[in-house]
């Protein structure tokens, strides 16, 4: 038995060796392994390191070459050809982030200053109810003479008092209840006996509200002050971007007319109401011819108040949108980057005046009211605010660029001005010496890839005159009727680049607007002489999704609204 006993206890002193010696093992195994992902881990960040000397190693060797090449009196390679001498890559990153932090802040003190709006009126309600219940003590004893009086009428007065303005579980509120429902029933004894002891239950409420109201101001206060800071940093970015342009804007305010201080933002509120028709009447017919499941008679009413809707809502519009347009000087101000001079002739308006139905946008649920030059001016506006020269004498401004008046005995010295402070110039050529006198200024007096110009379709004399005012001919072959057939765009020793506009045969666009075209081909164009921007044809919808977007901020404006409302009748 002892034998038997004694191998036992070896074998299980065995098998505890074992389990150490395997628990041993595991944790070596384990510690290996972390070692080994330290080690990878150190091998990821040295090979990071030594990336980022190699990007900044490329960076200071293409920096090097670049001032040489200044200095040699060439650009840079790769550049735009446009950008002048004394500017840098820093200088134009620096500036696209002043501009991105200026919104980012802008944003974060608009979303802040919302919700520290809603928390204060809450704040002000909760407060307002803690002060209006002070009064409470007083309706008791008016509540208690109804009672000795046997008066149902005041009795209910009070109660009614009391059920709006005290807490929801409120014991007060409720003794006051059961005392007016005795009272009701006759038994106004019982009912004194009710609100005995409310005095009690009264002061508990009132210490409850304060305690409320003071916790509601405690959430309101951070929001408050962080909104201020946010909003605060905001007017300093803004103030400084608008410093940016500030020799152009003095240039160009002394040819914007003066209107009344009133005027945009009323009608701008015209507009939002118009637009806010167009959503209504559009949804509504498109629920009453596809909402199969409803009834015939509310889908009649429906398609009645969508087609009621929609004929305002272009009315509205077209009377609203060229008095709330911005004008050329607040348009610059708005944005530090240089600006986009739009030219061209002004018999060219009609035509860019026309709004073109996009493919397949209804059965997408789209809608558009921009017209051609609109659409043009939103791809335009990923290098800046476009400004153009405006009609002598008309009494409202074309939509799209935002519009200055130049006199008309006079006015070739504020283009060969502004031709030197823009970034880009857009020409779209056309009949009038005029127009043509300015291709041989920008020619003469701009570097090359500062020139965009856009040939009309249908036009091959246009298109001959032009090779007679150019170096090299471009040879442009017009050949349709297209609102624009093609981009032309100059190398360094002016030679010409000429860039179709499609669509192209066998080319499939569900939402190619003519605009989006051209927007395509500019793009391409400029990205072929060192200029890059991204997404340009789908930027000519930007001001319809910014137009649609501030329609549904409508709604938690009329939220905030409603707030306001309900606390100025409260107090």
Known sequence: MRHRQARHKQARHRQARRRQVRRRQVRRRQVRRRQARRRQARRRQARRRQARRRQARHRQARHRQARHRLAQGSPPRGSPAFILPDSTDSFGEHEVGVRTVTRLVTAAAVVVGYVAALLTIFAGIDLREAVEF????????????????????????????????????????????????????????????????????????????????????????????????????????????????????????HYVPPRPAWRRPVFMVVTGIGYTLLVVGFLAVVAATRANELPWAARGVILIIGVIALPIAYYVLRYSRPRSAKGAAETLRDDSRKPVLYLRGFGDDPDSAVVDELPGALSAGLLSV??????????????????????????????????????????????????????????????????????????????????????????????????????????VAVTDDRWTTAVIVFDRDWTPRVQPVGPFPGERNRYGAPAFYVARAMQKALREIGSRRRAMGYRINSRMLVTYGKVLLLVPALFLVAGVLRLIFLW
Not at 151 to 166: P, T
Not at 373 to 390: C, K, R, T, W, Y
């Open 370 to 475: 921009h017209t051609r030059e609109e659409q043009l001016i939103g791809a335009l506006g990923a290098f800046g605010p476009v400004i153009a020269v405006g009609r002598p004498g008309e009494q409202l401004p074309h939509l799209g660029a935002a519009r200055f008046y130049l006199p008309g005995d006079d006015w070739q010295p504020g283009v060969l001005k502004l031709m030197e402070l823009s970034q880009l110039i857009v020409l779209r050529l056309g009949e009038g010496d005029g127009l043509w006198w300015e291709v041989d200024q920008a020619r003469a007096t701009q570097p090359p890839g500062k020139l965009v110009l856009l040939m009309p379709g249908g036009r091959p004399d246009l298109a001959e005159r032009l090779d007679e005012h150019l170096p090299t001919p471009a040879k």
């Open 134 to 253: 002070d009064d409470a003590p007083a309706h008791l004893a008016a509540f208690r003479q109804a009672l000795d009086r046997a008066d149902d009428s005041q009795v209910s007065e009070e109660y009614l008092w009391f059920a709006d303005r005290a807490p929801s579980r409120s014991s007060s509120r409720a003794s006051i209840s059961l005392a007016t429902g005795a009272a009701h029933d006759g038994e106004f004894d019982l009912a004194t006996r009710f609100v005995g002891d409310v005095e009690a239950n009264i002061e508990e409420d009132r210490s409850v509200l304060h305690a409320e109201a003071a916790a509601s101001w405690g959430r309101a206060v951070p929001w408050l002050v962080v909104g201020a800071i946010l909003a605060a940093i905001a007017v300093v970015l803004r103030r400084r971007q608008r410093r940016a342009n500030a020799e152009v804007v003095a240039l160009v305010s």
